[in-house]
């Protein structure tokens, strides 16, 4: 392969540079990202504020997106199910 190819793979001396390892932590958090990322928006919003970026209770998550408790709660659960599936079909293979 011709160095050019490598390029992006090289650092300020010419030394070949690898990324380092990621966390379990880590690998899980970009799972739990793109799952969400291909979520509906309504389900994705909640999913963001109530999981991945919580900034409130999950009693005042509903308020900001003008939604009842009861409606928020069902949405919440209808996400949670659409991410489990995301993640179940990428583990399997399945989809």
Do not use: C
Not at 8 to 17: I, K, Q, R
Not at 25 to 45: G, I, Y
Not at 71 to 88: F, G, I, K
Request: proline share 5%; aromatic share 6%.
């Amino acid at each position: 392969m011709s160095s050019w190819h490598r390029r992006g793979n090289l650092n300020s001396t010419g030394s070949e540079v690898r990324a380092a390892p990621r966390t379990p932590e880590q690998t899980l958090r970009d799972l739990l990202e793109a799952a969400a990322a291909a979520l509906p928006d309504e389900l994705r919003q909640i999913a963001e504020r109530t999981f991945l970026r919580p900034g409130t209770s999950q009693e005042r998550i509903p308020e900001g997106l003008h939604l009842s408790f009861s409606t928020y709660r069902r949405r919440r659960d209808r996400a949670v199910a659409q991410v489990a599936e995301w993640l179940w079909e990428k583990e399997t293979g399945s989809a």
